[in-house]
Structures are given as structure tokens and as C-alpha cells.
């Protein structure tokens, strides 16, 4: 099994672009998560999914959107990038609300 | 927010002292999370505990809980160099499917 994986895992954009991570796990998961992490900071949550074809507001959703048409899959979108969306964004799942399952992370850089 | 706290921001210790770790939170909770992420990875899940549970083990972690004083510790014993890493807490609000992550504490193991 692969668990949870992200691509890309390294990405530069110039502001105003967009693009879209991809998160996918194999391990049957209805609870899906995309999360931040700044420097010295923990994760915040910017939206997750309860199971396919929903999607919930996290801590921190604005400046992005997330699809889950696929149980399997969970995507990010970043519309309009911004400098301040420079981040590592990770992907989670899990089973119910417990123990949360990660993927490597996805470095992004807005110029 | 509810967002836990960890103590200290930092610590560093030698090689085969324990490692205690302290996570401070809001609110009720139904049950609280250890993670580890070692630089430059995701986090990897460790031990959680239910609200209702005071203690826990799980090989040379040791993780408590107070839920009348809204704490949690995270106990290391005999530490090595491989423990090395950031650890979070992470707690979930009653009946929620989203964890909500402390800052970590960065522990470093000094050979």
C-alpha cells in the first residue's frame, strides 16, 4: 500500500497563476484533510471532506477551493496565487476522527 | 480557538535522558493525539488517548491526561538520536471530524 501520496512535491508559481495538488490515498478512508504548516507553526486545517462529494471549511479556506469526486482523491486548487500561500501543504486521512494518516508534503512557492 | 499549546517550544537533551513534553487545550474534548514529523516529512501518528483514559504507554512513550486542568504530557524514556524531531498535539472538538494542531515542541537528541 502507498497510504497517502501528494504530487507534485516541489512547485514554484508567480503571483496570480494557478494550479492544483493532488492528494490520494489507498487505504479506503471516508475523512479527508488539507492542511498548512508555516515556519514554527502547526497545521491548520483549510478544508476537509467527510466522504466523496463533500467538502467543509476548515481554519483557513479562503484563497482556496477543494474537490472530492472521487473517494480516493482529494484536490486543492489555489485560484490566484499569492505570496502569502507560500507553504507546505499536507494531505491527511482517516478512517473516522481518529488517527490521521499523512502524505509527504508538497513545498510551494509564491513569487 | 482551541488550538492546543505545547511546552516548551524547544528542547535538548542528551542521549538517553527523558523527554517530557506538556500540551495545554480549550475546550472538551473526546480524545488527544501525539505526532511526530521529523524534518522535512509529514507527520507520523504516535499514541492518542480518549478523555476518559488518564494514561497510556506505548513502548517508550508515555502519554497522560487531565482533562480537569485541560492538559496532556508526552513522556520519552531513554532517549535516542532517532527521536530527534517535532512533536504535536492534537485535539478534536467534541463531535467535530477535524483535529486542531498545537505549534510543537522540537526535541533534540545530542549523541
Known amino acids: 500500500n502507498a497510504g497517502v501520496t501528494q504530487t507534485p512535491k516541489f512547485r514554484v508559481l508567480k503571483t496570480g497563476q494557478s494550479m492544483t495538488l493532488l492528494c490520494a490515498q489507498d487505504m479506503n478512508h471516508e475523512y479527508m484533510y488539507w492542511y498548512r504548516q508555516d515556519p514554527g507553526m502547526g497545521l491548520r486545517l483549510i478544508h476537509y471532506?467527510?466522504?466523496?462529494?463533500?467538502?467543509a471549511k476548515g481554519e483557513v479556506p479562503d484563497g482556496y477551493n477543494v474537490s472530492r469526486l472521487k473517494k480516493q482523491n482529494f484536490l486543492l486548487g489555489l485560484e490566484s496565487a499569492a505570496p502569502s500561500q507560500t507553504s507546505v501543504y499536507f494531505c491527511a486521512s482517516s478512517r473516522a476522527a481518529g488517527e490521521q494518516f499523512f502524505g509527504p508534503g508538497t513545498r510551494l512557492t509564491v513569487l | 480557538s482551541q488550538q492546543g499549546e505545547e511546552d516548551p517550544q524547544a528542547l535538548s537533551i542528551q542521549e538517553g535522558e527523558n523527554a517530557t513534553m506538556n500540551c495545554s487545550y480549550k475546550t472538551s474534548i473526546n480524545n488527544l493525539q501525539w505526532y511526530r514529523q521529523n524534518s522535512g516529512r509529514g507527520l507520523v501518528h504516535l499514541i492518542l488517548?480518549?478523555?476518559?483514559?488518564r494514561e497510556k504507554h506505548s513502548g517508550r512513550l508515555r502519554v497522560t491526561l487531565d482533562t480537569s486542568k485541560k492538559s496532556s504530557s508526552l513522556l520519552i524514556t531513554a532517549s535516542r538520536a532517532a527521536d530527534t524531531a517535532s512533536y504535536f498535539c492534537?485535539?478534536?472538538?467534541?463531535?467535530?471530524?477535524?483535529?486542531?494542531f498545537g505549534q510543537g515542541t522540537r526535541l533534540t537528541i545530542n549523541p
Open positions: 471532506s467527510v466522504g466523496e462529494g463533500t467538502t
Open positions: 488517548i480518549r478523555s476518559n483514559e
Open positions: 492534537a485535539t478534536d472538538w467534541q463531535g467535530a471530524q477535524k483535529l486542531v
